[in-house]
Antibody, heavy 120, light 106 residues
Framework: EVQLVESGGGLVQPGGSLKLSCAASGFTFSGSAMHWVRQASGKGLEWVGR??????????AYAASVKGRFTISRDDSKNTAYLQMNSLKTEDTAVYYC???????????WGQGTLVTVSS | DIQMTQSPSSLSASVGDRVTITCQASQDISNYLNWYQQKPGKAPKLLIYDASNLETGVPSRFSGSGSGTDFTFTISSLQPEDIATYYC????????FGPGTKVDIK
């Protein structure tokens, strides 16, 4: 079964840092582009960023709202993707999902999400 | 950046009704457009890829059409289990989601 499991969410103060993990199983993780998408409570989906595979030079890209503060990385030996979040703002409060690109270009599957709350 | 708009933002329809949602891109995205369904408290689910292709296992009452900047998502006969929010997503240039359309039963 193809599965993605996020972890690492929690409560952090404004200006703080947090690192999320996304553990993958059931597919060839090393060949897949991995994405992070977030959703604030009652709001829509916002793409955060992605990291491509080794074959594509581990290229990263980010939404303007997080560029320079967030960093996506991966460890193919551990089948895990990461989202390092620095200089967190209250507006970064959201459920963070990881997902992957499939051959058709869509995102599937999605993890269950992990909640990040930025508050003093 | 490519902006995506959807209309309506919400709708209420009866079981068996035909439901149509439109999605517009701020620039030509060819057919690099996907549609997702998200039920409350759940992760999104891919329904339609490349504007008009039904993902495996998705009921045939769901369909999509369009190319360039204007796209349409249709539920041919609304079922109670279709209550959800639907999002379009472009992936021609990075990724952008539309704001969503909430569908419920009248």
């Amino acid at each position: 079964e193809v599965q993605l499991v996020e972890s690492g969410g929690g409560l952090v103060q404004p200006g703080g840092s947090l690192k999320l993990s996304c553990a993958a199983s059931g597919f060839t993780f090393s060949g897949s582009a991995m994405h992070w998408v977030r959703q604030a409570s009652g709001k829509g989906l916002e793409w955060v960023g992605r990291i491509r595979s080794k074959a594509n030079s581990y290229a990263t890209a980010y939404a303007a709202s997080v560029k320079g503060r967030f960093t996506i990385s991966r460890d193919d030996s551990k089948n895990t993707a990461y989202l390092q979040m620095n200089s967190l703002k209250t507006e970064d409060t959201a459920v963070y999902y990881c997902t992957k690109t499939i051959l058709t270009g869509g995102f599937d599957p999605w993890g269950q999400g992990t909640l990040v709350t930025v508050s003093s | 950046d490519i902006q995506m708009t959807q209309s309506p933002s919400s709708l209420s329809a009866s079981v068996g009704d035909r439901v149509t949602i439109t999605c517009q891109a701020s620039q030509d995205i060819s057919n690099y457009l996907n549609w997702y369904q998200q039920k409350p408290g759940k992760a999104p689910k891919l329904l339609i890829y490349d504007a008009s292709n039904l993902e495996t296992g998705v009921p045939s009452r769901f369909s999509g059409s369009g190319s360039g900047t204007d796209f349409t998502f249709t539920i041919s006969s609304l079922q109670p289990e279709d209550i959800a929010t639907y999002y379009c997503q472009q992936y021609d240039n990075l990724v952008t989601f539309g704001p969503g359309t909430k569908v419920d039963i009248k």
